[in-house]
């Protein structure tokens, strides 16, 4: 598949193991063959040559794409273990004509996870809204990958039902639980209550009081979640949490609309720099890849 995946692929090919391994290969082939950049050890295939070392395992195909010289890696230099939390609430379901949020999240995490296996690296998912909906372990073995994205194609197929989030008490009960220093990776629209908001930073601070790493797609549908692009036409706009309907025109509340969301970005983006919790906003529109990309900044893998 040479074109950039889409939404609509998704929907069309019902396969999400097919699907990610598209977009690995392909994100993957693109790193190789980037001018613009180089990387370390973002594959489990290889490792940057440190000086002195034997030349035994130089990646001699890898030097003449890259001229860069990279040796062989191998398992024993892998252990990274990573827990994946997939925000499922009602609002993840928005737009509904395409469940645009959580599809784009679930492929997203599918092909991280697939990344992950590639790496040898042990992966664990957790499904919430409330509370947490599915669990599993973490493990890096490739029946254990197909399980995960299985249960990821499964979600795509469920109907959003209402009910709020509750991101702060997930976060707590998954910071008890995780034994190990872990990366801990959250899809997420972060639409708590504003209350809410305090709670869901003391969560995150569990993490890191646990040395754990964190890491946070903030997942929107930009144009009309934050530019509030719509036709000026009246509309009955719907809270898909709470189904609380409002009667109005785009132009009696974009202002500040926009006003009100940029603020709240901004606040989560602070909030995060001061807890050292990387934080990255991701438009439903834009490439998939970028989640990958910025999960290899996180790692220190590409520079």
Request: proline letters at 4%; glycine letters at 2%; a neutral charge.
């Amino acid at each position: 598949m040479k074109k950039p995946l889409t939404l609509a692929d998704v929907q069309k090919f019902q396969n999400m193991e097919f699907l990610a391994k598209q977009l690995v290969e392909g994100f993957i082939t693109g790193l190789h063959q980037s001018p613009y950049h180089g990387f370390s050890v973002e594959f489990s295939e290889h490792r940057l040559y440190n000086n002195g070392e034997s030349t035994r395992h130089i990646d001699w195909k890898v030097f003449a794409r890259t001229d860069k010289l990279f040796v062989k890696r191998y398992e024993e230099e892998t252990n990274l273990r990573c827990h994946m939390l997939l925000d499922v609430s009602p609002s993840m379901y928005y737009p509904l004509e395409n469940y645009g949020k959580v599809t784009f999240s679930a492929l997203c995490a599918a092909a991280l996870a697939t990344l992950l296996r590639k790496q040898r690296d042990a992966v664990g998912l957790v499904t919430f809204a409330d509370t947490i909906e599915q669990q599993t372990p973490v493990r890096s073995t490739a029946s254990h990958l197909h399980t995960l994205l299985l249960l990821l194609q499964k979600q795509l197929d469920e109907k959003p039902v209402p009910r709020e989030t509750n991101v702060a008490q997930v976060v707590h009960q998954i910071a008890q639980q995780i034994p190990k220093r872990s990366l801990v990776v959250i899809f997420s629209d972060m639409l708590s209550r504003h209350d809410d908001m305090k709670a869901v930073f003391a969560a995150l601070q569990h993490l890191k009081h646990q040395n754990h790493e964190v890491l946070i797609f903030h997942v929107m549908d930009r144009k009309t979640e934050e530019e509030f692009d719509f036709s000026e036409r009246p509309y009955i706009f719907v809270d898909v949490e709470t189904g609380q309907e409002l009667k109005l025109q785009p132009s009696q509340v974009k202002e500040h609309y926009r006003t009100a969301v940029e603020s709240y970005k901004k606040e989560l983006a602070l909030k995060c720099g001061q807890y050292k919790i990387d934080f990255v906003p991701v438009d439903i529109s834009e490439p998939f890849d970028k989640v990958l990309y910025a999960y290899l900044v996180k790692r220190g893998k590409v520079k």
